[in-house]
């Protein structure tokens, strides 16, 4: 139990997300007979924030097992070129905080140099 806790600590850690898939719900099995069998999803896919930006449209498939205790995963990406619109998150408990609003302007107000349509600005 303590090794998968870590493994889960890792993950949250690195910002990883389980992406999901379709298909057969179980990806492993001893391949015993109908009384012995035991079939787990042993395998996923996970990926940052910066995977979904680039492969927002990535899904995973289960397939059928040829062979192998495991059923192979089959990952389909889609890139993405167009820009997209990226949400401004806030978290509510900031509003609470007396110098919220002061700290906001300040911010919006301060001039930034960084890349404006991937080429250098300022």
Not at 3 to 15: L, T
Not at 51 to 61: A, D, F, R, Y
């Amino acid at each position: 139990m303590t090794k998968s806790m870590d493994f889960i600590a890792v993950v949250e850690a690195c910002g990883l997300l389980n992406i999901g898939f379709s298909g057969y719900k179980f990806t492993w099995s001893n391949k015993r007979g109908i009384n012995h069998k035991i079939l787990k999803r042993l395998d996923r896919a996970v990926v940052n924030d910066s995977w979904l930006e680039k492969m927002p449209q990535t899904t995973i498939t289960h397939l059928s097992s040829t062979g192998s205790d495991h059923c192979p995963l089959l990952m389909e990406m889609v890139s993405t070129t167009t820009d997209h619109t990226k949400y401004f998150i806030i978290l509510n408990y900031c509003v609470d905080n007396p110098h919220f609003k002061e700290t906001v302007k300040t911010y919006w107000e301060k001039e930034v140099a960084g890349l404006q349509g991937g080429k250098p600005s300022n």
